[in-house]
């Protein structure tokens, strides 16, 4: 009988200000070597269970908790989560587990945290780059990485690390996919070779299946379902997926790119030119790195033009002239809503009804109470209305910061993303709110690497070359 690497006995975990637990009475073991999907819909608890194990859920202040939550050392010896024993997480944010300026240095950092010598260390990294498919010299800037290679990045350090348990948060949310292949070859190769503990929280499956054998299902804080995971996940499949994109007509342009390049672009991506038909939805997929986030941002006036031009048609501009980037921000939101691809990026409030009130207050919008409790319903919000953003699961910091941009009902919404997180339901529901906007005449434009989104609302696909054109 393998011996346990994970044992949770009576375990529960409270956020502060939360009426109910995240986790409510968890018992559970897991065996060393094990490998485990986590899954559930959002905001179940599955991102709580493993910061949990992690070890970095924070002190008395950030919540209650209460029960055990033991994790075996080398040895075999038990000691609670966040003591002695090294855990490896990859999370959600790719951008919150960048730490050095160097890609070399950065996935270094937690090996020389263990004290390793200097050439066993970058042995290692040199090792895990081309494990996950970050083919880049050491020294190269992170700050010019997309978010998918940010995320090969915080694997690179955790494979380098090679700790007893593995875990990581949506891996391939960021990820294209070859890149999403790239990333379970690497992790297949790496639990291959050491025997760790493994432990995935992903809504994106099917790349997972050929690694992954046991399956935990969690539905409001509790375990509802231990099974192989190959049953678990044949039994959440998307049953019944929105219907395929229209065939687009004619439509005249809503915004126009002309050889766009932004500031402080990379310098390997090329000019961009394209169009955004007016009163559709448009896809914009590519690699990782091809720069999609960079156009989307400089579209939105949120980065400044190093060169070529930017058109909007007048029902955009709606009276205004001259540069979309020199705004002034009220202007902006009125007309030019933007998703991050990280929902933290925007938030700013104690609660999530204060977030959906910031933009309003700003721009000196009246917005009735019934409007907000709509759309919090809407995006199955509503009994978080006095919850701390930022104790949001990934899935419902998504649909806030979703929120955030609908309800100064701009005429133009740009998305990174934006089904990041979502199980099946709340996916359904977000495509079904973007294909309702587009009815009622807004143009949409997202960047996204979910098939199952762009098959549903690519009136028009833009596919990004790193060459450069479509």
Partial sequence: MSATAVEI????????????????NLNLEIAAGERVLICGNS????????????????????????????????????????????????????DSQVIAAR??????FGCENQGLERTEIWSRVREALPLVGLNLPLDHPTAFLSGGQKQRLALAGVIAMRPGIIILDEPTANLD?????????????????????????????????????????????????DAP??????????????????????????????????????????ARSLHLPEHASTVLTGANGT??????MTLAGLRPLASGRIDLADSIRDGLRGNVAKWKSRQ???????????????FVARTVLEELQVGPKVMGLEVSTRRYDELLERLS???????????????????????????????????????????????GELVAIVRGLVDEGVTVASVTHDENYRNALGDNHVELLATGGK
């Avoid at 890609?103 to 270094?108: E, H, N, Q």
């Avoid at 432990?199 to 804080?221: I, K, Q, T």
Wanted: glycine share 10%.
């Fill in 9 to 24: 006995a009576n375990y529960t975990w409270r956020h502060a200000g939360r009426a109910k637990p995240a986790i409510d």
């Fill in 43 to 94: 905001g179940s608890g599955k991102s709580t269970l493993v910061a949990a194990i992690a070890g970095v859920l924070g002190g008395d202040e950030e919540g209650d908790e209460s029960g055990r939550l033991l994790l075996a050392d080398a040895s075999g010896r038990k000691e609670p989560a966040g003591t002695s024993t090294p855990v490896g997480l990859v999370l959600q944010d790719p």
């Fill in 103 to 108: 890609v070399g240095d950065d996935v270094a």
């Fill in 177 to 225: 996919p070859e890149g999403a292949r790239d990333v379970v070859q690497a992790v297949t190769n790496v639990v291959n070779h050491t025997g760790a503990t493994l432990l995935v929280v992903e809504h994106n499956y099917d790349v997972w299946l050929p690694l992954l054998e046991r399956g935990l299902e969690f539905s409001a804080g509790k375990l509802v379902d």
């Fill in 229 to 270: 995971a190959k049953d678990i996940v044949n039994r959440r499949r998307i049953g019944n997926l929105p219907e395929a994109a229209p065939k687009l007509a004619n439509n005249a342009a809503a915004l126009t790119a002309h050889e766009v390049i932004a500031a402080e672009q990379p310098a390997h991506l090329p």
């Fill in 291 to 296: 720069g999609k986030t960079t156009l989307l």
């Fill in 332 to 346: 902006l939101a009125q007309r030019i809503g933007y998703v991050f691809q990280n929902p933290e990026h925007q």
């Fill in 381 to 427: 919000l509503a009994h978080l209305a006095q919850a701390n953003p930022f104790t949001l699961s990934g899935g419902e910091k998504r649909r806030l910061s979703v929120a955030t941009a609908l309800i100064a009902a701009p005429k133009l919404l740009l998305f990174d993303e934006p089904t990041f997180g979502q199980d099946p339901h709340t996916f």
